[in-house]
């Protein structure tokens, strides 16, 4: 766990993460949908594992499956870093 | 052999004898450090290893029950320390506890199917997150020919093993677009330890008139293991000398 964790590292690394699995750069924002940045369950999963490997934060599937927004996640990140 | 410029190993469960040993010799000889696991026959996993090494290839015994809490986690945290990334995982590992379905107790019904199924379970999901990420991974689950097929004695074997393969269907489709596959084999009567007291009328059922070899399954995986098996996954190779055809 870094020190410092800020809502702008968190929406950086989700950001880059979902580039990453596929997404456009230009259409990602926090308030894209999934659906619109054609980001399936499977990448959401990926994401996932890049914000563990960063923050120490675990989503699991539960946490995600009914998230509809990029910036969704980044508050459910955020609200759970220590 | 492992696609040019990956970093990676192989993990072969169940490996210090039989169809296990054969399969980590295989993809030694194909050029993947392998971890050779094993549960209580250490010895047979240090020749397996020894052999290896030998032959200029790179392995290291990796011991642990698969059905343990944590076992994925210890096995494969030992092998990245080491190798790398475990790109091809195979789910070898496999006991039998047989008796007719009445008799059958509650532990050896719990026993067959955490080895057989659940543990490939857990290897299987602590195997996907690196595989996803470096977009290339071979998943070879060892399944059997009962399971699809009867065997009066073997409820609880055959449950797990037809699992095995249900199991191996849907994580493939799950991963199929990230470079992953997931595979069965299906070996028939195989000279092995878990084979020996299997009597001799058996052959009678058998096209080919002999028992297979675990070299014979091993050729199979080595295939499935291959850069060159990409486009197959979700299928069970069935290997049994023409007894289920």
Request: charged content about 25%; aromatic content about 4%.
């Amino acid at each position: 766990m870094e020190a410092g964790v800020t809502t702008d590292r968190v929406e950086q690394v989700i950001f880059d993460g979902l580039v990453e699995v596929g997404a456009d750069r230009d259409a990602v924002s926090r308030d894209a949908s999934f659906e619109d940045l054609d980001v399936d369950s499977l990448d959401l999963v990926e994401v996932s594992q890049i914000v563990e490997d960063e923050f120490g934060v675990e989503l699991e599937g539960d946490d995600i499956k009914d998230l509809k927004t990029v910036g969704e996640v980044i508050d459910l990140v955020v609200a759970r870093s220590p | 052999m492992p696609p040019e410029g990956t970093h990676g190993c192989a993990l072969v469960t169940g490996a210090a004898g039989g169809i296990g040993a054969a399969i980590t010799r295989v993809l030694a000889a194909e050029g993947w450090p392998v971890g050779v696991n094993y549960r209580s026959d250490s010895d047979g996993a240090e020749r397996v290893a020894a052999e290896i090494h030998g032959d200029g290839g790179r392995a290291v015994v990796v011991a642990g029950d698969v059905r343990a809490d944590g076992a994925a986690d210890a096995l494969f945290d030992a092998l990245e320390e080491r190798f790398g990334p475990v790109l091809v995982l195979v789910n070898n590992a496999g006991v039998r506890a047989d008796g007719l379905s009445p008799q059958l107790r509650d532990d050896q019904w719990a026993r067959v199917i955490d080895t057989n199924l659940s543990a490939a379970f857990r290897t299987t999901r602590r195997a996907l997150a690196p595989m996803l990420k470096a977009r290339f991974g071979r998943i070879v689950n060892v399944a059997s020919v009962v399971g699809p097929r009867a065997n009066a004695g073997q409820s609880n074997y055959a449950a797990s093993k037809a699992g095995l393969i249900g199991f191996t269907k849907t994580v493939a489709v799950e991963v199929a677009r990230r470079g992953v596959t997931v595979n069965a084999v299906a070996p028939g009567f195989v000279e092995t330890k878990l084979t020996r007291d299997v009597g001799n009328g058996v052959v009678d059922a058998i096209p080919a008139r002999r028992v297979g070899t675990p070299e014979e399954v091993a050729a199979c995986v080595r295939f499935l293991a291959s850069d060159q098996a990409s486009y197959v996954t979700g299928t069970t190779l069935t290997v049994d000398g023409g007894m289920s055809a």
